[in-house]
């Protein structure tokens, strides 16, 4: 087991990530615990591989536990399911002291620890991520909420879990698709600042996403501890978190435009919003030519989506798709807020960058489907 502290004072936590983790979930959550009872929040899909282990787990510590599955996919992560979350916690009596537990992938933990944020003005939450997306990026910082017809995550809180329990052997039953979309998160960190963590990825991103155990623990500890320590020196992103968004500005226009479904999953808006970040900085002569074309060579060597060309169905045009960035939070006087990038590894926050430009890639890139 890997154990990675987030370093935030009086609200620190471990993440801790291996094989097994659930099966001693209840020894885990016990410190935890004012008296032994727990709510537990996941979804279907989850609830049938994977929540009688975890519940065997708590009852070996004599701890009850109460759970609710909500439907599988982003649909759930809005209003209508985060009422009949907060409701039913409210119905099983859970306390101000009580343990929240959100079991499950982003949606979930997004979800689940917005409710608990706002419980009771607040209760405390512990994540136990069960795809890689969510072990290597959603657990951890604390950012968690909902989705509206206005945009994605537009309603929600900082609100910290007390402990992260990543069990990397929970991945083995995730469809590759759902797989290769959390590797759309794992390939940010290695863009965004360890060129190092990125050639590491190069040559051993497929053995991971083939199940090697070794390197799963290694790619989703390596990716906790680059989130672990940018939170750590800006938990409520005033400068360096952003640069976690590299690929963002483009992923959430695209899943906006797609109706958050099955359509584009969230990984794979990145892996694309990525490969087109690293187009723009090369277009404005950030990076070099082959830069972009290293990182689009790895994403298709990995089976991911990496082009618009790559998305079923219809999309809007450029200014449409420009309309729709206006929408993210990531605003800033109404000027768009991108990630670039210098190279691979050195990423970092750009508010000047001219819609022109922009317009102009999407517009090439709209052509090439
Ligand atoms: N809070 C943050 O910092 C943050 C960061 C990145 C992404 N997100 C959010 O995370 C969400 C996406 O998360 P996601 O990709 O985990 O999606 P998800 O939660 O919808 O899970 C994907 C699918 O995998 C299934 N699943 C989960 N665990 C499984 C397992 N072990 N075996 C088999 N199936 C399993 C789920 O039922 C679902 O159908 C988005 O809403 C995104 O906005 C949040």
Redesign the pocket.
Known sequence: MDVVQVALGARSYEVRIGAGLIDTAGAALLPLLHRRKVAVIT?E??AA??LMRLAAALEAEGITMTALALP???GT?GWEQFARASEWLLEQKIERHDVVVAF???????LVGFAAAVLRRGVRFVQVP??L??QV??SV?G??GINTPQG??LIGAFHQPSLVLADIG??D???GR?LR??YG?VVKYGLLGDAGFFGWLEAHGPAMIGGDTAARQYAVTRSVQMKAGIVARDETEEGERALLNLGHTFCHALEKATGYGDRL???EGVAIGCALAFELSQRLGLCAQEVPSRVRAHLRAMGMKTDLRDIPGDLPGAEALLALMGQDKKVVDGKLRFILARGIGEAFVADDVPPGLVRRLLDDALALR
């Open positions: 979804d899909t989850v591989t994977h599988p996919g982003e992560k499950g992938g982003g949606v979930v933990g997004d069960t795809t997306l969510a990026d959603s910082g950012k968690t994605k995550n929970v991945l039953t995730l469809t759902d979309a959390g998160e999953l969230h990984g």
